[in-house]
């Protein structure tokens, strides 16, 4: 078998992975979205704190990502690699604090009023939507890199880093635009 027919049938493999998680992602989080520990009669305090925290990874992961981007122009694959492994990360941990955010403590409804209002839902549910789409997007582009097809890793990298940095500045725009109403 060559190189590339062993390639090809990681990738095959790691396909159904990514198609899976892209898949239960959404749908765990749609979910457990919907679950209030507190109504549902568990003494559990409400993780009130952790909206300012999730936007700020929201914001760290932005970071992450311009700065993956500047050094992989720079030559230093090594350092990009590192950054985007982080930029997973801190979207993974902003997922599960999300997640423990709303299943604890209620929803806050947004108070802004006129044009600012539309503003707010348009971000917020392109930013919602988008948060669903670059999920096989980004583990695509990760799982190609780590198989060495850098060909394939950059042509999807490109439609993968816009959307995936929109997500990430989008997650603090909602949060900005939404933290007067916190209770």
């Given at each position: 078998?060559?190189?590339?027919?062993?390639?090809?049938?990681?990738?095959?493999?790691?396909?159904?992975?990514?198609?899976?998680?892209?898949?239960?992602?959404?749908?765990a989080?749609?979910?457990?979205?919907?679950?209030?520990?507190?109504?549902?009669?568990?003494?559990?305090?409400?993780?009130?704190?952790?909206?300012?925290?999730?936007?700020?990874?929201?914001?760290?992961?932005?970071?992450?990502?311009?700065?993956?981007?500047?050094?992989?122009?720079?030559?230093?694959?090594?350092?990009?690699?590192?950054?985007?492994?982080?930029?997973?990360?801190?979207?993974?941990?902003?997922?599960?604090?999300?997640?423990?955010?709303?299943?604890?403590?209620?929803?806050?409804?947004?108070?802004?009023?006129?044009?600012?209002?539309y503003?707010?839902?348009?971000?917020?549910?392109?930013h919602?939507?988008?948060?669903?789409?670059?999920?096989?997007?980004?583990?695509?582009?990760?799982?190609?890199?780590?198989?060495?097809?850098f060909?394939?890793?950059?042509?999807?990298?490109?439609?993968?880093?816009?959307?995936?940095?929109?997500?990430?500045?989008?997650?603090?725009?909602?949060?900005?635009?939404?933290?007067?109403?916190?209770?």
């Open positions: 078998m060559s190189n590339n027919e062993i390639n090809l049938a990681q990738e095959k493999k790691y396909k159904k992975i990514i198609t899976a998680l892209s898949i239960i992602i959404p749908v989080v749609a979910a457990l979205f919907g679950v209030n520990l507190r109504k549902l009669g568990f003494d559990v305090e409400p993780l009130t704190f952790l909206p300012p925290i999730y936007a700020t990874i929201n914001g760290l992961t932005a970071v992450l990502l311009i700065a993956a981007v500047v050094a992989i122009k720079k030559g230093n694959r090594k350092l990009h690699e590192q950054l985007n492994s982080t930029a997973i990360a801190c979207s993974l941990l902003f997922l599960l604090m999300y997640i423990g955010y709303h299943m604890t403590s209620d929803s806050t409804t947004f108070g802004g009023e006129g044009i600012v209002k503003v707010y839902y348009f971000i917020l549910i392109t919602i939507i988008l948060s669903i789409v670059i999920i096989p997007f980004v583990l695509t582009t990760y799982m190609r890199a780590k198989l060495g097809n060909t394939a890793h950059k042509k999807i990298a490109k439609r993968t880093f816009p959307l995936w940095l929109y997500v990430a500045v989008t997650g603090v725009i909602v949060y900005l635009m939404i933290s007067p109403y916190y209770v």
